[in-house]
C-alpha cells in the first residue's frame, strides 16, 4: 500500500526479479488498467536487471490469445511476463487461457479495482489468485468508499487473513442499518481489522520516502451571468422537485441529478439523455484562459489540466486551438498505442505546453512532472482518482513546488463535491442520508 508517486511498479519489479532469480517463478501474470498496462511494458525495460520476455496482451480476443501463446513459444531463458487489462480477465476464452498458463505470480496493479467482491473481474482474478503461490496487490487508495472494499483485495491476496465470506467479513466489522438495513452506517472492531490487515501489508508514504516539494492548493471561483444563475437553480430546483416525488431515494439517482448540475457548471446542458450536450455559458473556459495565458503564455510554463466531461475537453481543446498552443490530450477515447506517445511528448518537448486529461482515464500510471501546476476544471466524487490525478505531477523527479488549482462556480454543486473529497466522504451514504445539502 504505497502512497502515489513512491516507486510501487519500480519495487514489483524488484520483488519479481529476486522471485525468478531464486528459482521460485517462470511466468508472471500483471493485471492493471487499460491505461497502464503499455506503461508495465515500459518500466520494466527500465528497469529489469533480469532476464525476461514481456507482452502486452491487447487488442480482440484473438489478438490477446495470439499474443499470450507467443509469448509461451518464447524458447530462450528468461521470466515470460504477460501484462493485461483488468476488463479481459474474465472475458470468454481469455479467461480460460489465463488459468491454463499458471503464472506463479500474479500482480494486481491498483487493486482497488477489484474491491467489489461479487464483480465479474474481481471473481476472474480470484481464481488466478487461487492457483498462484505469489501474489501481490499495488495500490495507493485500496480504501475508497468503505472499509469492506478490502475484503475482495484481500480475497484474492490471501484468503486466510478475512476468509472467502463477503458477508460473514461485514457482520463482523460493519454495522448495518437504512432502508432493509442494507447500508453501512457504522464501523466495529476496528483494530482488529487494521492489525489484521497489516500483517502482510507495508505501507510507504510520500513524507517516509521521498524528499518532495511542497504542494499549494488554491480555490479560483468563478461567477455566473445572472442568466446562467437562473438556468442552474431552475434546473436545481427541478432535480429536487423530482427527487421529492420519486420515492426510495438512492446514490444512483442523486449522482444523476448531481452530474446534470456539473455539467452545467462546466458550461454544458443536455436537453434530454438521448441529445448532444449543448454548449450554454464559458464562466470556467474563461478562468482557465485566463491561467493559460498567465502560466503558459507568459510565463513560458507547462501546465496539466484535468476535467470529467468529454465536453469539457473537446471544448477545452479548441480554445487552446485557436490560441495556437500545442497540447496533448487523453481521455477514454485516445487510443492505447498513443497514450504512451502524447506523455512522452509532453514530457520531452518543449513545444508542447499544456497536456488535458480526463480524471478517470490519466489519473493512472502516467508521469506529468515536466509541469508543476495542474488545474481542475471538474471533479467526480472518486476520491482515489482525485488523489491519483493529484499525483501525476508530484512525484519522483519533481524538483519544484506543486501547485493545484480548483475552479469552482461560486455557490454550487462544485463546492459540494469538492468538500466531499477533502473529508473522504462515504460518498454512498452521503447522498442518500444527507442528499439535499448537495443541492442548496
Not at 482474478?125 to 472494499?149: C, W
Not at 481489522?193 to 468563478?222: S, W
Amino acid at each position: 500500500m504505497c502512497e502515489m508517486g513512491t516507486g510501487k511498479t519500480l519495487t514489483a519489479i524488484a520483488i519479481t526479479g529476486a522471485l525468478y532469480q531464486a528459482g521460485k517463478i517462470r511466468r508472471a501474470l500483471v493485471i492493471s488498467p487499460t491505461s497502464v498496462v503499455s506503461v508495465w511494458i515500459s518500466e520494466l525495460e527500465r528497469h529489469a536487471a533480469f532476464p525476461y520476455r514481456a507482452t502486452a496482451l491487447l487488442g480482440d480476443r484473438q489478438q490477446r490469445l495470439r499474443a499470450l501463446r507467443e509469448l509461451d513459444k518464447w524458447p530462450f531463458r528468461g521470466l515470460k511476463v504477460a501484462v493485461i487489462n483488468y476488463e479481459a480477465t474474465w472475458r470468454e476464452g481469455i479467461a480460460e487461457a489465463l488459468l491454463a498458463w499458471r503464472p506463479e505470480l500474479v500482480i494486481a496493479d491498483e487493486s482497488q479495482r477489484i474491491k467489489t467482491h461479487n464483480a465479474r473481474q474481481s471473481k476472474a482474478v480470484h481464481k488466478l489468485g487461487d492457483q498462484a503461490e505469489y501474489k501481490l496487490i499495488l495500490s495507493g487508495t485500496p480504501v475508497q468508499n468503505n472499509a469492506v472494499d478490502l475484503f475482495s483485495q484481500y480475497r484474492f491476496l490471501d484468503p486466510a487473513v478475512f476468509g472467502t465470506n463477503f458477508y460473514a467479513f461485514r457482520n463482523r466489522y460493519c454495522v448495518m442499518g437504512g432502508f432493509n438495513r442494507q447500508q453501512i452506517v457504522g464501523y466495529r472492531n476496528m483494530d482488529e481489522l487494521i492489525r489484521k490487515a497489516h500483517r502482510i501489508a507495508y505501507r510507504v508514504t510520500k513524507g517516509e520516502c521521498l524528499d518532495l516539494p511542497e504542494e499549494t492548493f488554491e480555490n479560483r471561483y468563478v461567477n455566473f451571468r445572472p442568466a446562467d444563475r437562473k438556468l442552474y437553480d431552475r434546473l436545481r430546483r427541478t432535480s429536487v422537485a423530482e427527487l421529492e416525488s420519486g420515492g426510495r431515494i438512492t446514490a444512483p439517482t442523486v449522482l444523476t441529478k448531481l452530474l446534470r448540475l456539473q455539467q452545467l457548471t462546466g458550461g454544458f446542458l443536455r436537453p434530454d439523455e438521448s441529445a448532444r450536450p449543448e454548449h450554454v455559458n464559458s464562466a470556467k473556459l474563461d478562468a482557465l484562459m485566463d491561467i493559460v495565458d498567465d502560466y503558459v503564455i507568459c510565463e513560458g510554463r507547462k501546465l496539466v489540466v484535468f476535467a470529467r466531461f468529454t465536453a469539457e475537453i473537446d471544448l477545452i481543446s479548441k480554445a487552446l486551438k485557436e490560441r495556437g498552443i500545442r497540447f496533448g490530450c487523453l481521455d477514454g477515447r485516445t487510443p492505447v498505442s498513443e497514450r504512451d506517445r502524447l506523455v512522452a511528448e509532453f514530457q520531452n518537448d518543449p513545444g508542447m505546453k499544456v497536456f488535458v486529461a480526463q480524471i478517470q482515464t490519466a489519473g493512472l500510471g502516467i508521469t506529468l512532472h515536466a509541469a508543476s501546476t495542474a488545474v481542475f476544471y471538474s471533479l467526480d466524487f472518486n476520491y482515489a482518482s482525485y488523489t491519483q490525478a493529484l499525483a501525476r505531477i508530484h512525484r519522483v523527479g519533481q524538483h519544484h513546488p506543486c501547485t493545484y488549482i480548483h475552479l469552482l462556480v461560486e455557490n454550487t454543486v462544485d463546492e459540494k463535491v469538492l468538500a466531499s473529497l477533502r473529508k473522504k466522504d462515504d460518498i454512498a451514504r452521503a447522498l442518500v442520508d444527507d442528499w439535499r445539502s448537495y443541492f442548496e
